[in-house]
């Protein structure tokens, strides 16, 4: 374990407290506001509780999210500098967020004011859980002893490998936060329309494929997956619900079924993504040949 440098990311990565715990992973809060309040999204859910935030959605409440900003990020590295420690921070996707940049310009001051120490800032290009793979996999070559620019070298060209996939069940949501317009919303649920969705090379969520019924887009992700993982047998992979682990249940045992891995982790699409996703969300999580 080389432990001359900490590994950061934010809470867009959607790791249970568990995970964080066991790779001694830092976050970094992003807040979402609902209900007139605010609330920064923690492991820990001290602020507000992952099944409390999607019961709110469900009653029709709109959820809005906000960057980390700079001084947000200037405190929270520093501390980490303080201690004597190198700083490797993971970020949300550039593409769906601001925090990255303010990273960046907060990583750049402080290389600056304590040149003895280093910041490497890594733009995952990912997002929920496909995020928190990805450093699950940078907490595993931590522990193989690798130094902290070997491991953001090997993050920078994997995270195109990192394949992230998604069905949306609630179009109301998308409807509520700007994405899709009453119209295209009322005719998809009539239709019982379910959008698949992927994240793109750029690190955008993009629409592939729609499906008729919660089953059938279930098994288009599977289908997907099939396409483009690479030796499942010896994968870790990751699962994510938008508080739905019946569902979520439903379709590891499928991937299982179908495709066969070494390992499920399950976790929430936390409340900063879930703003945006809604309840009932499922997304998988795998390295593949391509996004």
């Not at 001694?24 to 001290?46: A, C, F, M, T």
């Not at 499920?264 to 997304?283: L, M, Q, R, W």
Request: aromatic share 8%.
């Amino acid at each position: 374990m080389n432990d001359s440098y900490v590994i950061v990311t934010d809470s867009c990565s959607d790791l249970t407290l568990k995970m964080v715990t066991e790779m001694n992973v830092d976050v970094v809060p992003l807040s979402v506001e609902i209900d007139g309040n605010i609330y920064r999204h923690y492991p820990d859910e001290r602020e507000i509780s992952v099944k409390d935030f999607y019961d709110k959605l469900r009653d029709k409440k709109v959820a809005t999210t906000s960057l980390v900003n700079v001084g947000a990020y200037l405190e929270f590295f520093e501390e980490k500098l303080k201690e004597g420690k190198d700083i490797l921070y993971i970020a949300f996707s550039s593409a769906l967020s601001g925090s990255y940049q303010s990273s960046v310009i907060a990583s750049g001051e402080l290389n600056e004011k304590y040149p003895e120490r280093k910041i490497v800032v890594v733009d995952s290009l990912s997002a929920s859980m496909g995020q928190g793979l990805l450093i699950w996999y940078a907490y595993q070559k931590q522990k193989e002893g690798l130094s902290m620019l070997d491991v953001a070298k090997w993050v920078e060209e994997h995270k195109l490998n990192l394949c992230h996939l998604f069905t949306v069940d609630d179009l109301g949501t998308l409807k509520r936060g700007g994405r899709l317009s009453g119209a295209q919303a009322l005719l998809g649920s009539l239709l019982k329309v379910k959008p698949v969705l992927h994240v793109s090379n750029e690190g955008k969520l993009v629409p592939i494929k729609k499906a008729r019924g919660r089953k059938t887009s279930l098994q288009i992700l599977v289908d997907l997956m099939k396409e483009s993982i690479t030796e499942p047998q010896n994968q870790t992979i990751f699962i994510s619900h938008g508080d739905d682990f019946k569902d979520a249940e439903y379709i590891a045992q499928l991937i299982q079924e179908q495709i066969g891995v070494k390992h499920i982790e399950y976790g929430y699409v936390g409340p900063v993504v879930g703003a945006h996703s809604g309840p009932k969300t499922i997304a998988v999580f795998f390295m593949g040949r391509q996004r």
